[in-house]
């Protein structure tokens, strides 16, 4: 294993314990939202420092304010929904296999705006994800009420998905890696706090939308949630070399994410869900591996 697939290994570590430490955080009276304000308030003054150290500050310019306006709401909404399905008892099995829909909507955001054209092939590949997403959720004939802890899952693979697709628009030549991280961080605050005003309308869930004063403990629980899982893992990614690790090989990597999330959960938690359950999940993995695998045919020219 060379020096660059260790680097995804690592980062996937992180990843990987996202959504641990949300459960801790909210069995101790933390709201999702809550988490992710400090989370990403804490992963900008992390940046921040690193940025002033290196003497390498950065923020967005004028002409680049429409795309960190649009990735900062994407991030925002995608982080938030990933981290709500814990605030609805989803098991965190159930939750990150969910997320990992994710390459289901990249395949669709691909074929309408023609980017790619989803064969035969890669059409059955998506059912075989949305088979999985089905079993998963434990919906079925005699349970067929969708909760919102399934739905935010979901909503969190769609805008990965979203976000993945304006990663590819970032405005790379002008700011290092970093850099287009805190710019987003920059964005992602503002537009989570007029969510949170949205939504303290609509629930009244102290999980979700309520506010406490945060003690020793969480302040730790969060300082290592935004540099462990966030700062670093993202900041291992910037190192990989192209040349080192094929973009197919970083994506099944990735995926011992959620194999990782679901030990974890098992671990430190007991979480175990029906065999039924496990199924979904791991279609929906052979779903996203075969996905990474499956090349994708360009949009015909009929002109």
Same mark, same amino acid.
């Given at each position: 294993?060379?020096?660059?697939?260790?680097?995804?290994?690592?980062?996937?570590?992180?990843?990987?314990?996202?959504?641990?430490?949300?459960?801790?955080?909210?069995?101790?009276?933390?709201?999702?939202?809550?988490?992710?304000?400090?989370?990403?308030?804490?992963?900008?003054?992390?940046?921040?420092?690193?940025?002033?150290?290196?003497?390498?500050?950065?923020?967005?310019?004028?002409?680049?304010?429409?795309?960190?306006?649009?990735?900062?709401?994407?991030?925002?909404?995608?982080?938030?929904?990933?981290?709500?399905?814990?605030?609805?008892?989803?098991?965190?099995?159930?939750?990150?296999?969910?997320?990992?829909?994710?390459?289901?909507?990249?395949?669709?955001?691909?074929?309408?705006?023609?980017?790619?054209?989803?064969?035969?092939?890669?059409?059955?590949?998506?059912?075989?994800?949305?088979?999985?997403?089905?079993?998963?959720?434990?919906?079925?004939?005699?349970?067929?009420?969708?909760?919102?802890?399934?739905?935010?899952?979901? +909503?969190?693979?769609? &805008?990965? @998905?979203?976000? /993945?697709?304006?990663?590819?628009? !970032? $405005?790379? *030549?002008?700011?290092?890696?970093?850099?287009?991280?805190?710019?987003?961080?920059?964005?992602?605050?503002?537009?989570?706090?007029?969510?949170?005003? +949205?939504?303290?309308? &609509?629930? @009244?869930?102290? /999980?979700?939308?309520?506010?406490? !004063? $945060?003690? *020793?403990?969480?302040?730790?629980?969060?300082?290592?949630?935004?540099?462990?899982?966030?700062?670093?893992?993202?900041?291992?990614?910037?190192?990989?070399?192209?040349?080192?690790?094929?973009?197919?090989?970083?994506?099944?990597?990735?995926?011992?994410?959620?194999?990782?999330?679901?030990?974890?959960?098992?671990?430190?938690?007991?979480?175990?869900?029906?065999?039924?359950?496990?199924?979904?999940?791991?279609?929906?993995?052979?779903?996203?591996?075969?996905?990474?695998?499956?090349?994708?045919?360009?949009?015909?020219?009929?002109?």
């Amino acid at each position: 294993m060379n020096r660059s697939q260790s680097y995804v290994l690592l980062a996937t570590s992180g990843f990987s314990f996202i959504l641990v430490f949300s459960k801790l955080l909210k069995d101790a009276g933390m709201s999702s939202f809550e988490q992710l304000f400090f989370r990403l308030g804490f992963g900008f003054l992390v940046l921040l420092s690193i940025m002033l150290y290196r003497r390498k500050l950065h923020f967005s310019e004028r002409k680049d304010v429409p795309f960190f306006l649009a990735i900062g709401f994407t991030y925002a909404l995608f982080t938030l929904s990933g981290l709500s399905a814990i605030a609805f008892d989803t098991p965190i099995p159930v939750a990150v296999a969910l997320v990992y829909t994710q390459p289901i909507f990249t395949a669709v955001i691909s074929q309408f705006t023609g980017k790619e054209k989803v064969s035969e092939t890669k059409a059955a590949v998506i059912l075989l994800g949305v088979v999985g997403a089905f079993l998963v959720s434990g919906l079925g004939v005699t349970n067929p009420q969708v909760h919102l802890g399934i739905v935010f899952p979901i +909503l969190a693979g769609f &805008f990965y @998905a979203v976000n /993945l697709w304006l990663k590819r628009q !970032a $405005p790379i *030549g002008d700011y290092t890696p970093y850099q287009v991280l805190f710019n987003t961080f920059t964005f992602a605050l503002p537009f989570l706090f007029i969510v949170w005003l +949205l939504f303290t309308n &609509f629930s @009244a869930n102290p /999980l979700f939308v309520g506010i406490i !004063a $945060p003690d *020793g403990y969480h302040l730790a629980l969060l300082f290592f949630f935004a540099l462990f899982s966030t700062v670093l893992p993202y900041g291992l990614l910037n190192y990989v070399k192209v040349g080192e690790v094929s973009p197919t090989t970083e994506g099944l990597l990735l995926l011992v994410d959620p194999l990782l999330h679901t030990l974890w959960a098992i671990l430190f938690f007991g979480q175990f869900i029906s065999g039924t359950q496990y199924l979904g999940a791991a279609l929906i993995l052979a779903s996203s591996v075969l996905n990474l695998k499956i090349g994708t045919k360009p949009p015909v020219d009929n002109s």
